[in-house]
């Protein structure tokens, strides 16, 4: 099963007696796992997707997850958290075969803790399907515990082990199906927002859109080619302009450069989110908590989420809600946006472990 698996540094040992504490983020597009392994974090990270065939001798059911499935059965490969959650019960069983499959894979110990980030979204039945999803798994068998997904994603941006729990501060999640965002007051919740109108995936929409009109009509990309171009070439520090070639009905090549649709889209994306974060989620918190607020915006605001991982957003981001606000404002975040939310659930279910 085709994963990316990244190793680090464990500032501690590791043995098959000791409880295993885990980091689970399962994501719309990816869902990473950290975990310890002979005395380093192991880290997963790969497609939150599914497909199922039938094996040509035993007809019995095989299942493949992750790029292999989106690589080997593209026209019948499911993505069951499209909106962030499990939406209903087959999307539920669904999710709950590939988390299945993939800790499985990874020979994950049952004697461990488990800590997963849960978005800020108001869906109830959405929420208690992931938990079905985690709990029925065959980890977590010590405990098993959620906590938002941008306070997990804010722990490796703001310290070595957990000093955002300790904080007041403020994080931004810019996911792929919604701008998240929450003050913390010692890990407690203050206000949390959430908008489906900015998002990482409506950038993709946009790309695509900017492509045709870029090339006059020449070149259509789906969404998963605009989220490549955006991942591969977004870069507000450097961007340089990129060909790339499609083939031609009938035969033959169309060789094309695209100069602004990439950053055209994600520009338009910082501005809204700015907007958003400015105007609707500071303005309500200061009406609400007007002490913690003034705090917070003395502090770094922690930038989590896949579209942090765009190159110079961090900066961008400081320097429009600035001038938005009128005053000085500094933002941080993790040097691997898309693991934070997994590292700093691992962070936590180390500390419960202890504990235990």
Do not use: W
Not at 10 to 28: M, R
Request: glycine share 8%; hydrophobic share 35%; charged share 30%.
């Amino acid at each position: 099963m085709a994963d990316d698996t990244d190793d680090g540094a464990f500032d501690g040992t590791s043995d098959a007696s000791e409880i295993t504490p885990v980091g689970v983020k399962l994501g719309s597009t990816r869902t990473v796992l950290q975990y310890p392994k002979d005395g380093e974090i192991e880290t997963v990270r790969t497609l939150t997707c599914l497909a199922t065939y039938e094996d040509a001798i035993t007809g019995e059911e095989k299942v493949l997850y992750g790029e292999q499935a989106a690589q080997e059965f593209p026209d019948t490969v499911e993505f069951m958290l499209r909106s962030g959650l499990p939406e209903d019960d087959d999307r539920a069983a669904l999710a709950g075969k590939f988390f299945n499959e993939l800790v499985r894979a990874q020979e994950i110990p049952e004697d461990s803790v488990v800590v997963y980030a849960i978005p800020t979204i108001d869906n109830d039945e959405g929420l208690e399907n992931l938990t079905e999803v985690i709990e029925g798994s065959p980890i977590g068998k010590r405990l098993v515990r959620s906590f938002p997904e941008s306070l997990c994603g804010s722990v490796p941006a703001m310290g070595d082990e957990l000093e955002a729990i300790d904080e007041v501060f403020i994080a931004v999640n810019m996911g792929s199906t919604n701008l998240e965002a929450c003050a913390y007051r010692h890990a407690e919740q203050l206000e949390p927002f959430s908008t489906g109108a900015v998002t990482g995936s409506e950038v993709d929409r946009r790309i695509a859109n900017a492509v045709e009109e870029e090339t006059q009509g020449r070149v259509n990309i789906d969404l998963t080619t605009a989220r490549e171009y955006k991942e591969q070439h977004g870069d507000f520090v450097d961007f340089e302009p990129f060909t790339d070639v499609i083939q031609q009905p009938g035969g033959g090549s169309h060789e094309f450069t695209i100069e602004r649709s990439v950053m055209d889209a994600l520009n338009e994306y910082v501005d809204e989110a700015v907007d958003e974060i400015a105007n609707n989620f500071l303005s309500e918190l200061a009406n609400t908590h007007m002490k913690p607020y003034q705090i917070a915006l003395g502090k770094p605001i922690a930038l989590t989420g896949g579209m942090a991982c765009i190159p110079g957003i961090e900066d961008v981001f400081e320097e429009r809600l600035s001038e938005e606000l009128d005053r000085d404002i500094t933002v941080v975040a993790a040097d691997r946006p898309d693991l934070a939310a997994a590292q700093g659930a691992q962070r936590i279910a180390r500390r419960l472990a202890d504990n235990l």
